[in-house]
């Protein structure tokens, strides 16, 4: 009998040293970080907390949640470690955790399992260097921004998503104010990225600066650098259930473009936009609310549109850049297009040509319009016979006034940091969601819109969240009758969906960007090197489907953390029983 405890101990003693530390220890326990608090000294408790929160991401283990107690944080943060389950790193108190940098606040180049949460996250001076977040290598992957306000970059765009990184969401946040000719989100190279119940708008001089009219898109999806990152084309990328206003850049630009760089290559490949709310509230003229460049299988359905939006182009713009092939296979259902003021793609000024899409002969290869609500104010929808795609071509056409909300006196939700609320008196980025949804979106009872889309060519909910009506849905982004969908669990909440030049970039080490677009900025700094960033060409990553079932938010715990618990609890009772045995047989 002692033998056979001796091997059974043994056997235990080799399992409880095998299995790893952080199953045994720190599950889903709370870290916590403040701008009093010391990596030195501290542990990490509330009550003795680290003072950056890279120090809490290189001392975390996976399932732990990081708190940021209120103030400014000025220190850069990689997230460089790979988390399975995934971290979630929040401000406590939302927005009041202030994540402020001179540089790239915060940067991945291979990383994984991290939910950033409830931040305000912003360029620390006028004079940074380029971005203001870049997840921009093929070994960073899930990771996931929600909830942040995202604002006022003043060198690039405010985030930035390239380089073969790929299984990223952007959820609930709120973005303005890039600098210069780039993008609120550029959305480069990539796969699998969702980017879902945010709003985009551009508001300078409420943030006490100039206005040039020289920034991009606020979103931008394409593929600058071929196949030297293994990504050939961004692919699987949905943008849906965003609300954008207040557009200030240039004429040339718009909200939503898909391609932009004029490459040789399909710049995006299988792209969905539906259920956006798109406010022409601005004097600043654009190109275009939506552009499709060098693309194929781009989806847009259930949007709306609407506004006196100062536009060359008053729908869609699809034609080929520099080294383009056409585009193929674009289809637009079940959209509003709404210009109450009778002006649809009068660019301003001294246009007194209107114009419904931009689309020159043999630069889109397939496309298809149907069940489409449009509206001019009461004047006739323009036709142009130059162009490929006309409102004519929509066999299963609406026109009439869809009964949105008037635009006058759109207040731009800028956030007061002093006031702890938004310019519009919300206190939520939630808040200020459905504010500009309830006041601007729906239409109202009589409208042609309701019960009149295909429903074969709907997404299951709207805007909000809701489901659409069975075989009646609603034109456009807002189901009037819908009813709020109950998600099973919170990863279910987000259902799974399917910039301009990088010279300013930071990338890993050996830059992959067209080497007659590069500039000493995209070269990246020592630190960088030294901290492992790695050539994607060379080091391709895991494979998507190796990982976990779509783009789940980083979950707080796994069923296999629990073995550690079991087995002892198992060797526990198993000795019991052999001690018990021992003693009966004396």
């Not at 196949?227 to 557009?247: K, M, Q």
């Not at 660019?347 to 007194?352: E, L, Q």
């Amino acid at each position: 009998m002692k033998d056979h405890l001796r091997y059974y101990c043994i056997v235990f003693i080799f399992l409880f040293i095998s299995v790893p530390a952080e199953f045994l220890f720190s599950q889903n326990s709370t870290l916590y970080v403040a701008v009093n608090g010391s990596d030195t000294t501290g542990n990490g408790s509330e009550s003795n907390p680290w003072a950056t929160m890279q120090h809490a991401i290189d001392n975390a283990a996976p399932g732990n949640t990081i708190l940021l107690k209120p103030g400014q944080y000025t220190d850069v943060t990689r997230l460089n470690r790979h988390f399975n389950p995934g971290i979630t790193i929040r401000s406590e108190i939302p927005y009041q955790a202030r994540l402020r940098a001179n540089e790239t606040v915060i940067k991945s180049f291979g990383g994984s399992g991290f939910s950033i949460e409830g931040f305000d996250i912003s360029h620390g001076s006028t004079n940074p260097s380029a971005l203001i977040i870049q997840i921009g290598d093929s070994n960073a992957f899930d990771i996931h921004f929600r909830n942040n306000i995202l604002h006022n970059s003043f060198n690039n765009d405010i985030l930035k998503i390239n380089n073969g990184s790929h299984d990223i969401t952007v959820i609930g946040n709120i973005f303005y104010n890039q600098q210069g000719s780039d993008e609120h989100i550029d959305i480069n190279s990539v796969r699998n990225v969702e980017v879902y119940d945010n709003v985009f708008f551009n508001d300078f001089e409420g943030s006490g600066r100039t206005n040039n009219n020289d920034t991009s898109s606020f979103i931008v999806i394409k593929d600058s650098n071929g196949n030297s990152d293994g990504v050939l084309g961004s692919e699987n990328i949905t943008v849906a259930r965003n609300v954008f206003l207040n557009y200030q850049g240039s004429t040339a630009t718009g909200f939503i473009f898909v391609g932009e760089d004029g490459t040789s290559n399909f710049e995006a490949i299988n792209v969905l936009i539906e259920n956006n709310l798109m406010i022409g509230n601005s004097t600043n003229r654009m190109k275009t609310p939506l552009g499709v460049h060098g693309s194929k299988d781009v989806t847009f359905r259930n949007n709306t549109v609407t506004g006196n939006l100062v536009a060359q182009t008053f729908a869609i713009r699809v034609l080929q850049l520099g080294s383009n092939m056409p585009s193929d296979n674009v289809f637009l259902y079940n959209n509003i297009w709404s210009d109450p003021t009778g002006t649809m793609g009068i660019s301003g000024p001294g246009d007194n040509t209107q114009d419904f899409s931009d689309t020159p002969p043999g630069e889109l290869d397939f496309f298809e319009i149907d069940n489409n609500l449009y509206w001019n104010g009461g004047q006739s929808i323009p036709v142009d016979q130059n162009e490929t795609v006309n409102f004519t071509d929509d066999a299963n056409s609406f026109t009439g006034d869809p009964l949105l909300g008037s635009q006058g006196g759109i207040i731009l939700p800028i956030w007061n940091q002093g006031a702890g609320n938004f310019a519009d008196g919300s206190e939520t980025i939630r808040d200020v969601f459905e504010n500009l949804i309830n006041l601007y979106g729906i239409p109202g009872q009589g409208s042609p819109a309701i019960n009149n889309a295909d429903s074969s060519n709907s997404p299951g909910e709207d805007i909000f969240g809701n489901l659409r009506m069975g075989n009646s849905p609603d034109i456009g982004a807002v189901e009037i009758n819908g009813q709020l969908e109950e998600p099973e669990n919170e990863d279910e909440e987000m259902h799974d969906g399917s910039g301009n030049d990088d010279d300013d970039s930071e990338t890993p080490e050996s830059p992959v960007n067209n080497p007659e677009e590069e500039t000493a900025e995209e070269t990246p700094t020592p630190e960088e090197d030294d901290e492992g960033s790695e050539n994607p060409a060379q080091n391709p990553g895991p494979n998507t489907e190796d990982k976990s079932e779509g783009c789940t938010i980083a979950a707080s715990g796994n069923s296999n953390t629990n073995l550690p618990v079991f087995l002892l609890l198992v060797f526990f009772i198993y000795f019991r029983n052999l001690q018990r045995k021992s003693k009966n047989s004396i």
